[in-house]
């Protein structure tokens, strides 16, 4: 399948008075046209880190920013910043903050908000032609064509959400990075926006990459699942595998801990807590909550590639 982003070692560190926080250590990984990456793990692991690094959103406090991603074979790394404003940012690839729903502007129509991007990228010729690409946005979302005349406080939470994917859509990007789209909204908001989304999917070419530590949601829209622990990906699946059978000891314990429907078992934990950024242990960096430590997690593992395909940061795997 055409490959749509490509990220090659890429690499984000924070400067703080404590050392520099290693949030994004060495990332690699692909994701196909048409498919969806779920990139799931405990909060603070770097998930959210990750895709500020693909989209360059970065804080005052970056110290080193380095490595290569590639969308649709062009290296956007190289793009000065006003060029992959004009050229990346929202046209070809966009995001749904991480509480995307108190992010909309309280004193500006949510349908101009939506309409803003079409005529910031000259994407539309005029407001009337903007304002008529988002009431499809809407209708897309499912979201009343009457909403666009409505302020956000005027919404409900699930709709405001709709709203800002609605936003990250009008401009027909060829990848939409969805950072925990889910969070803060009841079960049955959650579930309705989910399909939502698995419409979207359905019927249009746009690839998501969905940034969640929900694996039960991920599971619902991901075709292809990566792990991330303490900074680094510590397995990278196809979803028909990895939600049957992960082989990294962290994404079996994650998986542990998920109750099913059609399954009566005890549900486990992960004992300890994740390692410190700032001066994250040499080897594995999940040895010391591992049950399955041996002698050689002193030593850094490699993404191991298996016979079928998938890639695990594993000794085990060797």
């Not at 926006?193 to 999917?201: H, S």
């Not at 680094?232 to 196809?238: F, G, H, R, S, T």
Request: glycine content about 6%; charged content about 25%.
């Amino acid at each position: 399948m055409e490959q749509l982003l490509r990220v090659d070692d890429l690499r984000l560190y924070f400067r703080t008075r404590s050392g520099a926080v290693q949030a994004v250590d060495g990332v690699t990984l692909d994701l196909p046209r048409g498919l969806t990456l779920a990139v799931i793990g405990e909060s603070g692991c770097g998930k959210t880190s990750l895709a500020k690094a693909i989209l360059r959103l970065l804080p005052r406090n970056v110290q080193t920013y380095t490595g290569r991603v590639y969308l649709n074979g062009s290296d956007v790394m190289r793009f000065d910043e006003e060029r992959f404003r004009r050229e990346v940012r929202w046209t070809r690839l966009a995001l749904v903050p991480q509480a995307a729903m108190n992010a909309l502007n309280p004193v500006i129509r949510v349908g101009e908000q939506v309409a803003e991007p079409l005529l910031l990228h000259r994407r539309a010729g005029s407001a009337n032609e903007a304002l008529k690409r988002a009431r499809k946005a809407f209708s897309l979302v499912g979201v009343p064509a009457d909403f666009l005349h409505r302020y956000a406080f005027e919404l409900s939470g699930g709709m405001r959400q709709r709203v800002a994917i609605a936003m990250a859509l009008v401009t027909e990007p060829d990848l939409v990075v969805l950072d925990e789209p889910t969070s803060a909204l009841d079960v049955l908001t959650q579930a309705n926006l989910m399909n939502v989304l698995k419409g979207i999917k359905r019927e249009s070419a746009i690839s998501f990459v969905l940034i969640t530590h929900d694996i039960a949601t991920s599971s619902e829209l991901a075709d292809r699942v990566a792990v991330m622990y303490a900074g680094q990906l510590v397995e990278i699946a196809d979803a028909k595998h990895f939600y049957k059978n992960p082989l990294h000891p962290y994404s079996r314990k994650l998986m542990a801990s998920v109750p099913t429907l059609r399954e009566d078992k005890k549900l486990e934990f992960i004992p300890g807590q994740p390692p410190s950024l700032v001066n994250p242990p040499t080897g594995c960096r999940f040895k010391d909550r591992c049950p399955l430590r041996f002698e050689r997690c002193d030593e850094e593992p490699p993404l191991l590639e298996t016979e079928d395909g998938r890639q695990v940061r594993c000794w085990l795997h060797e």
